[in-house]
């Protein structure tokens, strides 16, 4: 199937993403068994789209969508176009922006419903004809409407909790408490849908007695967090976790510092995934943003990744905060691209989460040190129940 999508935005708004702009259009002609056929879509301001509404339509006021068919088939079907171009459409967000806000909707909502209605009207529909036409079309709107709510809730950035932070308190006393067991109880109570440790070699944090208990109390997913190290290797061959997160791992470090090096030594962790392979026990491989690790991840049989969050969320200003951001956004299309499933995490908060948890490339975020330090003030639950809703807001961006 070869669709060429072209999305331009003639203002920058933070509110968009092109990426995931183009996958919608894409879903939506798959929906409406277009295989083969181009479109374009510019996303724009009122004044733009009611000068293109006056030159027109004779309209001069702002619009919300204009579909400009590129030609008309012999008897109206997508069969009979001379051309393999189905047309433009027009949308303007700031109308777009209003009109969510008029009718209640999120801006996600909206904008998928203009691009279903500009969609409609290239492929022939037409309200405007008559009442009987009217129907027809909105009928299919509402088809397309509840299949694509269906299709993105599949689709929704899920959570997963690193709950080492907990157990690191406890062993600053020596103590029993907290115990990171029960603060993975509240996690999934409060909505996680993964609970993540980190057995590291030299047990600063998390104890074999945790993963033990964990793995029998988890019910959503034990993620092991693991360096590619021998004795580590055997007790998770053992311990069987629903993942293992394949991590480098030094004794001075005060946390993981980055992504795992797989390039370098691609034999020796294409080991571990084989045994792991064997064992039933998919492996993700923590990753710098680099297309070229993601790709040797990838040859060398990993499940998923998790990009590494840590630069983005460490670099200051605006200039190189969007670097590291897009960084991320190309590395999680080449992984999706090449078949892995994505996650990301490290230094994530409840300020900088937004735009990772837009993207949708990614399936899952592994966050716990701001989740934990906002605990302490909240409560545990609430901390995470916030971190939710940032997260599912996030997602209803375009
Ligand atoms: N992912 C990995 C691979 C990690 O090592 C960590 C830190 O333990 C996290 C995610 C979570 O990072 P943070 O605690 O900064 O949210």
Same mark, same amino acid.
């Given at each position: 199937?070869?669709?060429?999508?072209?999305?331009?935005?003639?203002?920058?708004?933070?509110?968009?993403?092109?990426?995931?702009?183009?996958?919608?259009?894409?879903?939506?002609?798959?929906?409406?068994?277009?295989?083969?056929?181009?479109?374009?879509?510019?996303?724009?301001?009122?004044?733009?789209? +009611?000068?293109?509404?006056?030159? %027109?339509?004779?309209?001069?006021?702002?619009?919300?969508? #204009?579909?400009?068919?590129?030609?008309?088939?012999?008897?109206?079907?997508?069969?009979?176009?001379?051309?393999?171009?189905?047309?433009?459409?027009?949308?303007?967000?700031?109308?777009?922006?209003?009109?969510?806000?008029? %009718?209640?909707?999120?801006?996600?909502?909206?904008?998928?419903?203009?691009?279903?209605?500009?969609?409609?009207?290239?492929?022939?529909?037409?309200?405007?004809?008559?009442?009987?036409? =009217?129907?027809?079309?909105?009928?299919?709107?509402?088809?397309?409407?509840?299949?694509? !709510?269906?299709?993105?809730?599949?689709?929704?950035?899920?959570?997963?909790?690193? &709950?080492?932070?907990?157990?690191?308190?406890?062993?600053?006393?020596?103590?029993?408490?907290?115990?990171?067991?029960?603060?993975?109880?509240? +996690?999934?109570?409060?909505?996680? &849908?993964?609970?993540?440790?980190?057995?590291?070699?030299? =047990?600063?944090?998390?104890?074999? =007695?945790?993963?033990?208990?964990?793995?029998?109390?988890?019910?959503?997913?034990?993620?092991?967090?693991? $360096?590619?190290?021998?004795?580590?290797?055997?007790?998770?061959?053992?311990?069987?976790?629903?993942?293992?997160?394949?991590?480098?791992?030094?004794?001075?470090?005060?946390?993981?510092?980055?992504?795992?090096?797989?390039?370098?030594?691609?034999?020796?962790?294409?080991?571990?995934?084989?045994?792991?392979?064997?064992?039933?026990?998919?492996?993700?491989?923590?990753?710098?943003?680099?297309?070229?690790?993601?790709?040797?991840?990838?040859?060398? $049989?990993?499940?998923?990744?998790?990009?590494?969050?840590?630069? %983005? +969320?460490?670099?200051?200003?605006?200039?190189?905060?969007?670097?590291?951001?897009?960084?991320?956004?190309?590395?999680?299309?080449?992984?999706? !691209?090449?078949?892995?499933?994505?996650?990301?995490?490290? $230094?994530?908060? %409840?300020?900088?989460?937004?735009?990772?948890?837009?993207?949708?490339?990614?399936?899952?975020?592994?966050?716990?040190?701001?989740?934990?330090? =906002?605990?302490?003030?909240?409560?545990?639950?609430?901390?995470?129940?916030?971190? #939710?809703?940032?997260?599912?807001?996030?997602?209803?961006?375009?």
């Amino acid at each position: 199937m070869s669709i060429d999508i072209t999305v331009q935005i003639s203002d920058d708004s933070p509110l968009l993403n092109i990426q995931k702009i183009k996958r919608l259009t894409r879903w939506l002609l798959n929906e409406c068994q277009v295989s083969d056929h181009n479109i374009s879509i510019l996303l724009t301001d009122d004044q733009k789209i +009611c000068r293109l509404n006056n030159q %027109y339509r004779g309209k001069n006021k702002p619009t919300n969508v #204009l579909s400009f068919p590129f030609a008309e088939g012999a008897d109206g079907s997508i069969a009979s176009l001379p051309v393999k171009e189905l047309g433009d459409i027009v949308i303007s967000i700031e109308t777009a922006l209003a009109e969510s806000i008029l %009718y209640n909707q999120t801006f996600h909502e909206r904008m998928s419903w203009l691009l279903i209605h500009g969609l409609l009207h290239l492929l022939g529909f037409d309200h405007e004809k008559s009442k009987k036409e =009217r129907i027809k079309m909105e009928e299919h709107e509402k088809i397309l409407l509840k299949k694509l !709510q269906f299709y993105r809730s599949k689709k929704m950035t899920q959570l997963a909790i690193n &709950v080492d932070h907990v157990a690191t308190i406890r062993q600053a006393r020596g103590t029993v408490e907290p115990d990171p067991v029960t603060a993975a109880s509240i +996690c999934e109570l409060a909505g996680a &849908v993964g609970i993540v440790v980190h057995l590291r070699e030299d =047990r600063r944090h998390i104890q074999d =007695r945790d993963i033990h208990l964990l793995r029998q109390t988890v019910k959503t997913k034990l993620n092991l967090e693991m $360096g590619a190290n021998k004795e580590i290797i055997q007790i998770a061959l053992k311990l069987k976790p629903d993942l293992i997160t394949l991590v480098p791992e030094k004794r001075q470090e005060l946390t993981t510092e980055g992504g795992l090096d797989v390039l370098s030594q691609k034999k020796k962790i294409g080991k571990v995934i084989d045994k792991m392979t064997k064992a039933s026990i998919p492996v993700s491989i923590f990753a710098d943003p680099d297309q070229d690790q993601l790709t040797a991840a990838h040859d060398i $049989g990993a499940t998923f990744v998790e990009l590494h969050t840590g630069k %983005y +969320c460490d670099v200051k200003g605006e200039e190189a905060t969007e670097h590291e951001f897009q960084l991320i956004a190309e590395a999680a299309e080449h992984a999706s !691209q090449l078949g892995l499933r994505v996650c990301a995490g490290h $230094g994530l908060d %409840y300020l900088n989460t937004p735009a990772i948890a837009a993207l949708d490339t990614i399936e899952e975020l592994s966050i716990g040190h701001a989740i934990m330090a =906002r605990a302490i003030f909240t409560g545990l639950d609430q901390a995470v129940r916030e971190m #939710l809703a940032i997260i599912q807001r996030a997602d209803y961006s375009i």
